[in-house]
């Protein structure tokens, strides 16, 4: 499967976990994202099709954030580029590590 397909379903996965644990920002749908965002979600498929593990897309997403100039934030704001997951992946809360889990195994299954 082509991997903008695979990162489109991985959004809107991702939206769907947002919207059941009420996240305060959520992403938009995949045709309203903002290119960066789809950038992202194709670079995270990219490295779970490497063989990294949930943890290792998480690292490297902060990794890719934070060299983008993002840095950590009480909200997600994309003009401000603060998040509030810009924290080692032990420190991210249940439901947030539920989303990298989430993704690795879409790509996974869809691979």
Known sequence: MP???VARIC???NRA???LTNDPAPSPAWEDAPEWQRESAVAGVETA???ATPEQLHESWRA???ADGWTYGDVKDA???THPCL???GELPAEQRAKDAIFHAIVRAVS
């Open 3 to 5: 991997v903008d397909w």
């Open 11 to 13: 959004h809107e996965a």
């Open 17 to 19: 976990v947002q919207a």
């Open 49 to 51: 099709r490497s063989g």
């Open 64 to 66: 890719h954030k934070e």
């Open 79 to 81: 003009d401000a580029k």
């Open 87 to 89: 924290v080692p992946y």
